[in-house]
């Protein structure tokens, strides 16, 4: 189960990692840094991916979120097609 939309919280961000083979986690950094897999970011959230804010919807086992209409996805951003 991905991490809330809203209302997340560095305990969401370490169960999503930890609960999904990931390793142990220790701050919102180290999961960022260390922990965490550049395809489990939902595009319409992640920035930067070191906020608790760009977490929104992440999931561990890196399944692409799914987003509506034309738009493709090249392992970094959703771009229109």
């Given at each position: ?11 969401d961000v ?5 609960g ?22 939902d595009p ?7 906020t608790?804010?760009?977490?929104r ?7 692409p979120?799914?987003?509506p209409?034309?738009?493709?996805w090249d392992h ?6």
């Amino acid at each position: 189960m991905a991490v809330p939309i809203t209302g997340a919280t560095l305990r969401d961000v370490k169960t999503e990692i930890e609960g999904n083979g990931g390793g142990t986690v220790t701050s919102l950094k180290d999961a960022h840094d260390n922990e965490s897999n550049a395809s489990g970011f939902d595009p319409i959230y992640a920035v930067t991916g070191d906020t608790l804010k760009d977490f929104r919807n992440y999931s561990h086992d890196g399944d692409p979120p799914t987003v509506p209409g034309n738009v493709r996805w090249d392992h970094t951003i959703w771009a229109p097609m």
